[in-house]
């Protein structure tokens, strides 16, 4: 198993500018050699404050193509869906098209979604660039420690979860064997919350987390209190 490049940063604030200034290198890298790029967006609360700077740097046009790592089953409006979040705090006001932006159908239930899902990824090449946050416990997108991650060759690209341990039950996931399809995967990680499963991760347990490479690079982007010099 191989570890990430642990990138740490002081602040949230000079993690986010750096990483928008990658995001926006890639993009450029992508879309001059296909014309097109293809990013995995992270759900829950970290990533944010990226979103939020993209937004404010009117990121995204019509050559970017927008993909979600996981999605909660909540009604489509439901405010704690990654979809609702992440349009409020920059899709919606941005110039990627809504044809661009597919927000995973979770309301239809994990079983239903999970199965459109793998049907619209069926032709996207591999992913340019996957953002990915952590949970507690090395959870990420929606695979869960205890359960399946889809790590096998010949894995679909979702998987329906009917029992994750983080509310609500009800999720769908792209698979680690479709989230490794990416030349690239960035964790976002800050808070001291994090430092427990980081430390799991660096010491080489089996976690979700641990599932997760890119083709090219993977690289873990950390702030001081996420990943403290001095520990
Ligand atoms: C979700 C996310 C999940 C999240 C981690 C970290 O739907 O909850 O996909 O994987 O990224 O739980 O969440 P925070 O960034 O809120 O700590």
């Not at 894995?155 to 989230?179: E, N, Y």
């Not at 808070?191 to 690289?219: I, Y």
């Amino acid at each position: 198993m191989t570890l990430p490049e642990w990138r740490v940063f002081p602040d949230p604030d000079e993690l986010v500018a750096a990483l928008a200034a990658a995001l926006l290198e890639q993009a450029a890298e992508a879309i001059a050699a296909r014309g097109v790029f293809h990013v995995v967006l992270a759900g829950g609360s970290t990533p944010l404050a990226l979103y939020r700077a993209l937004a404010a740097g009117s990121v995204g046009d019509a050559r970017w193509q927008v993909w979600y790592g996981d999605e909660r089953c909540l009604p489509a409006d439901h405010p704690d869906r990654n979809s609702v979040m992440i349009e409020s705090a920059w899709l919606a006001h941005s110039r990627i098209p809504s044809g661009n932006r597919r927000p995973i159908p979770a309301e239809r239930g994990a079983a239903e979604a999970a199965v459109l899902y793998a049907g619209w990824l069926a032709d996207v090449p591999d992913f340019d660039v996957v953002l990915l946050g952590m949970g507690e416990d090395g959870h990420t997108a929606s695979l869960f420690p205890g359960h399946g991650w889809g790590t096998e060759a010949g894995s679909p690209d979702a998987l329906a979860i009917a029992d994750a341990p983080k509310p609500p039950p009800g999720r769908v996931s792209l698979t680690a064997a479709r989230l490794n399809r990416s030349a690239r995967v960035w964790f976002v990680i800050t808070g001291p919350g994090k430092r427990h499963a980081l430390r799991r991760w660096d010491s080489g347990e089996a976690l979700p987390v641990t599932a997760v490479h890119g083709m090219a690079e993977t690289v873990a982007w950390l702030d001081a209190a996420a990943w403290p010099a001095d520990d």
